[in-house]
């Protein structure tokens, strides 16, 4: 079975500072994908960024970016500049071969971004 | 770029009315997938399809049942609805790729639905 684990409930980021959300996963799976998706207060599930298990170097989407750091099995999230409109709930989460294309999420993480 | 259109955007129930929730995938995206977000929750895989035909399942109650049509379009039936089952229903498409567990999903809007 899978686990995303998702340690901070909320965060707090000054507007044009940079944040990092924290994300770590459990599988045995030797191959697997890794998502971050933003839900803002209005409900949609936005895709951010993906990265896959055996990808050499980090992904990077614009301002967000994603620390993969697999013998740590930790996916954090990097956002820069931070802007108002990045206040929303934050969810990683992951597929892998033996659960196939069905994603598994973690708690989400509330990122508020302040002026 | 067309997003995936789900239909209809908020719904109001009685208990063991029935509901019907319809998804309309991104265009040439041949797999859905239904998702079920409780309040303050992440995400519940329920079930997906892939070529019309059903290629996974989840946490999905017997009372649920769902299909897709030869236009990809997929609906989720719900019956004997619950108090419990209030929630935010999303449905998501994807294009198949060599590894699953590469696949991109690309979320509509979702269908709020609440049960009195």
């Known amino acids: 079975a899978q686990k995303i684990t998702q340690t901070q409930p909320g965060m707090f980021v000054q507007e044009k500072e940079a944040v990092t959300l924290d994300c770590t996963y459990d599988?045995?799976?030797?191959?697997?994908?890794l998502f971050w998706y933003k839900q803002p207060s209005s409900g949609e599930m936005i895709f951010l960024i993906y990265?896959?298990?055996?990808?050499?170097q980090n992904a990077t989407e614009g301002r967000y970016s994603l620390n993969f750091q697999k013998a740590r099995k930790s996916a954090n999230l990097v956002i820069s500049a931070s802007q108002l409109g990045d206040s929303a709930m934050y969810f990683c989460?992951?597929?892998?071969?033996?659960?196939?294309?069905?994603?598994?999420f973690g708690e989400g993480t509330q990122l508020t971004v302040n002026p | 770029a067309a997003g995936v259109i789900q239909s209809p955007r908020h719904l109001i129930k009685e208990k063991r009315e029935t509901a019907t929730l319809k998804c309309y995938p991104i265009?040439?995206?041949?797999?859905v997938y239904w998702y079920q977000q409780g309040p303050g929750q992440d995400p519940q895989f329920l079930i997906s399809?892939?070529?019309?035909?059903?290629?996974d399942k989840g946490s999905i109650p017997d009372r649920f049942s769902a299909q897709q049509f030869s236009d990809y379009h997929s609906e989720l039936n719900m019956s004997s609805l619950e108090l419990g089952d209030s929630a935010l229903y999303f449905c998501?498409?994807?294009?198949?790729?060599?590894?699953?567990?590469?696949?991109?999903?690309?979320f509509g809007p979702g269908t709020r639905l609440l049960v009195l």
């Open positions: 265009p040439r995206h041949d797999t």
């Open positions: 399809f892939y070529e019309k035909m059903q290629s």
């Open positions: 998501a498409s994807s294009s198949k790729t060599s590894s699953i567990f590469q696949e991109t999903q690309y």
């Open positions: 989460a992951m597929t892998g071969e033996t659960s196939g294309s069905r994603l598994t």
């Open positions: 990265q896959g298990s055996y990808d050499q």
């Open positions: 599988t045995s799976d030797p191959s697997y994908g």
